[in-house]
């Protein structure tokens, strides 16, 4: 049974943005070319702290596959990869959420 991922708070979503933001840009900065390694340690980087931060989502995955392929670098995959994740972490939240269960409730 896969673990419960944290629940979202503001700082943890704004955390998430930080990091998917400043890779991206760490990133764009680099160039197409970028630096040796570099990208793909960035990459590894932004996938383990977003993962530590949100919790796993299997999205994470295509978006740390992509980030290997020349070029793609240059989009801001992380930042959308956050919003995305976050968004259906907000709903799913959404939908988990139900009433106390301590008393008789009245549905008028």
């Not at 900065?29 to 949100?54: H, N, Y």
């Not at 740390?64 to 392929?69: D, V």
């Not at 959420?97 to 409730?105: A, N, V």
């Amino acid at each position: 049974m896969p673990a419960q991922p944290p629940a979202l708070t503001r700082n943890r979503i704004l955390l998430a943005f930080a990091i998917g933001a400043t890779t991206d840009v760490l990133q764009f900065m680099a160039g197409p070319v970028g630096w040796v390694f570099a990208d793909e340690l960035l990459d590894i980087a932004a996938m383990i702290l977003t993962w530590q931060v949100l919790g796993f989502h299997p999205l994470l995955l295509p978006t740390f596959a992509l980030e290997l392929l020349p070029v793609t670098d240059l989009l801001p995959t992380w930042t959308g990869c956050v919003a995305v994740v976050v968004a259906l972490r907000k709903r799913q939240q959404g939908l988990s959420q139900r009433p106390p269960h301590d008393g008789t409730i009245i549905d008028v």
